[in-house]
């Protein structure tokens, strides 16, 4: 009887790699699937996709990677959520002859349908983050038109600034105490 899961390559090592955007979030499920499939090594991250040079256990896995090896993660939108991303991490991965696993999709970049569907999926995450860009850009101006958007709060006080101004503090001073820029205090200044 054959199954219809698709079958992981047998490559010599497991990697697996698990991440939250948050840390109130947890971890356990994905590192149980990764173990469940092999994995020798689990490395772990609790923050938010952001860019990939801020993701220092991913790219420890990509660094050190050797060829036939395969690093696992549960879903593609645990490694990247952007197409551009995920082309970077499979193309590290590819000149080094290793290969990428996810437990809950079928992708397994050693044959060539894991790795069409690997590129669909990358696809269709870009277009599900644009849509969702363009519907907070939609319902921003819908708000700004009703008059209920206010934006982001300001992040500086002006009646600080101003009150350390007339006490004579220097705008050098202000800044630093503050942790905001020396531009910020010239605007409040002459503004």
């Avoid at 899961?5 to 590192?31: E, F």
């Avoid at 060829?67 to 990247?80: M, P, Q």
């Avoid at 992708?107 to 519907?135: H, Q, W």
């Amino acid at each position: 009887m054959a199954s219809s899961t698709p079958k992981m390559n047998k490559s010599s090592s497991r990697i697996g790699y698990a991440r939250t955007s948050t840390t109130d979030q947890n971890l356990d499920t994905q590192v149980h699937a990764l173990e469940a499939a092999g994995c020798h090594l689990i490395r772990t991250e609790q923050k938010s996709a952001g860019t990939l040079k801020d993701r220092v256990e991913l790219q420890t896995i990509l660094d050190f990677i050797h060829s036939g090896e395969t690093l696992v993660v549960t879903r593609i939108d645990r490694l990247a959520r952007s197409m551009h991303d995920l082309q970077i991490i499979a193309r590290r991965l590819q000149d080094k002859g290793a290969h990428l696993y996810a437990t809950e999709q079928p992708v397994d970049t050693s044959t060539a349908a894991g790795k069409a569907f690997f590129d669909m999926l990358g696809v269709f995450a870009e277009f599900e983050t644009s849509l969702r860009r363009e519907r907070q850009a939609e319902g921003i101006a819908a708000a700004k038109k009703r008059g209920v958007y206010k934006g982001r709060p300001p992040q500086i006080d002006k009646t600080e600034i101003e009150t350390r101004l007339a006490s004579g503090q220097s705008p050098t001073i202000i800044a630093r105490e503050l942790g905001i820029s020396r531009g910020t205090v010239y605007k409040v200044k002459n503004g």
